[in-house]
């Protein structure tokens, strides 16, 4: 069965800072990966959605990484503001299923 | 804009009550999902449906059950509502086959005391 990790579970940053976020996936056979933002006590928000053809996708200061032979994708956001505090949760497809991650919580303190 | 709509954002409820929760999706969606999210436990799937009229277990069925008679609507149903089915349930709903993108709900947070 699908396992997905995410490393790490906490992660506080100051203003302005580059950050990187880690999702790793013990199957290699998937359709896509996507990331999601949590805020809360809401549902998940779709941010970028890479197919497994596709190495990198962007969307404003997200951009999104998949190797599939590692079994890794990142979320690289720039220029954190704390409007991006939140939980960002990963999830690996493997066709009608969706393998999610248990998420990074994300504060960017002013 | 695309969306997923849950009936529902917060209920209270009692033990041994019978609870609908109702997710509608506008994307002429195959697939729906129910989910629910519990702190340190992540997302666990409870059903989901490919198709009208079909369903499929996931992780944890026990206690729940699920309905589709139309294919944008997907209903979850606790027959006797319990304590520890107290959380926050989330709908989501994707085209058939692999590469398409799950959209989500915005959840319902249900307590049953």
């Known amino acids: 069965k699908q396992e997905v990790t995410q490393i790490p579970a906490a992660l506080s940053v100051p203003e302005g800072e580059n950050l990187v976020l880690n999702c790793s996936f013990t199957d290699s056979a998937i359709y896509n990966l996507q990331w999601f933002r949590q805020d809360p006590g809401k549902g998940l928000t779709s941010l970028l959605l890479?197919?497994?053809?596709?190495r990198e996708q962007t969307s404003g200061r997200l951009n999104a990484s998949l190797d599939k032979s590692s079994g890794r994708s990142t979320l690289y956001i720039a220029a954190s503001q704390p409007g991006d505090s939140a939980t960002y949760l990963c999830?690996?497809?493997?066709?009608?299923?969706?393998?999610f991650g248990t998420g990074t919580s994300l504060t960017v303190i002013p | 804009d695309v969306k997923v709509t849950q009936s529902s954002r917060y209920l209270v409820k009692r033990t041994g009550e019978k609870v609908f929760l109702e997710c509608v999706q506008d994307m002429d969606h195959e697939n729906m999902f129910w989910y629910r999210q519990d702190p340190g436990l992540g997302l666990r799937l409870i059903y989901f449906s490919y198709d009208v009229k079909m369903k499929e277990k996931g992780d944890i069925p026990e206690g729940y059950s699920v309905s589709r008679e139309k294919k944008e609507r997907f209903s979850l149903i606790l027959e006797s509502a319990s304590t520890n089915q107290t959380s926050m349930y989330l709908c989501?709903?994707?085209?058939?086959?692999?590469?398409?993108?799950?959209?989500f709900g915005e959840g319902s947070r249900l307590t049953v005391l």
């Open positions: 999830a690996a497809n493997t066709g009608n299923q969706f393998y």
């Open positions: 989501a709903s994707s085209r058939t086959g692999g590469g398409g993108e799950l959209f």
């Open positions: 890479i197919q497994s053809s596709q």
